[in-house]
T-cell receptor
């Protein structure tokens, strides 16, 4: 069966510090991968998606970047965090049926 | 941007009652999906309805889709306290299975 992991679960970082969130998927190959951000009490906003290794598409201009160094690994990064980067970050994958499977999320607080 | 708008934003019912949530969207879609999110957790896929389908059932869930009105509804029958969660609709326009999420309905089921 397929599983998706995200870490860390929670993170408190100062403004201006770097960020690296990791997402890995097990039990499938060549999935589409997605990074979403959810502000408090709101819906999800798609940040990045990837259809293959090294292929990254950005949906919104922002202070973040994404990379896919391996087939089942998706990384969200920032060189310098802003207060507005706080939120709940969710990674998801899909194969070919359309439904997406979400990881447990990382709650990021930038102080 | 949020394509889907859910209505109502919040819903409080008693156990055993039915809960109905509505979703409206703006552009043509490939499919529409409903997800559930327990507080502070990742999203769980509930049901997917394709653009050529009008109604779909899964256990106590019933989803309808009206593409002429660009709207969908989710009915949960015989609700239980464990159904307490936020429910989101998400539309897939077919490009890389990207999803655009609505703002969500917070459902509270009381004993």
């Amino acid at each position: 069966s397929q599983t998706i992991h995200q870490w860390p679960a929670t993170l408190v970082q100062p403004v201006g510090s770097p960020l690296s969130l990791e997402c890995t998927v097990e039990g499938t190959s060549n999935p589409n991968l997605y990074w979403y951000r959810q502000a408090a009490g709101r819906g999800l906003q798609l940040l990045f998606y990837s259809v293959g290794i090294g292929q990254i598409s950005s949906e919104v201009p922002q202070n973040l970047s994404a990379s896919r160094p391996q087939d089942r690994q998706f990384i969200l990064s920032s060189k310098k965090l802003l207060l507005s980067d706080s939120g709940f970050y969710l990674c998801a994958w899909t194969w070919d049926l359309g439904e997406q499977f979400f990881g447990p999320g990382t709650r990021l607080t930038v102080l | 941007s949020q394509q889907g708008e859910e209505d109502p934003q919040a819903l409080s019912i008693q156990e055993g009652e039915n809960a109905t949530m509505n979703c409206s969207y703006k552009t043509s879609i490939n499919n529409l999906q409903w997800y559930r999110q327990n507080s502070g957790r990742g999203l769980v896929h509930l049901i997917l309805i394709r653009s050529n389908e009008r109604e779909k059932h899964s256990g106590r869930l019933r989803v309808t889709l009206d593409t002429s009105k660009k709207s969908s509804s989710l009915l949960i029958t015989a609700s239980r306290a464990a159904d307490t969660a936020s429910y989101f609709c998400a539309t897939d326009t077919g490009t890389a299975s990207k999803l655009t999420f609505g703002t969500g309905t917070r459902l509270q089921v009381t004993l």
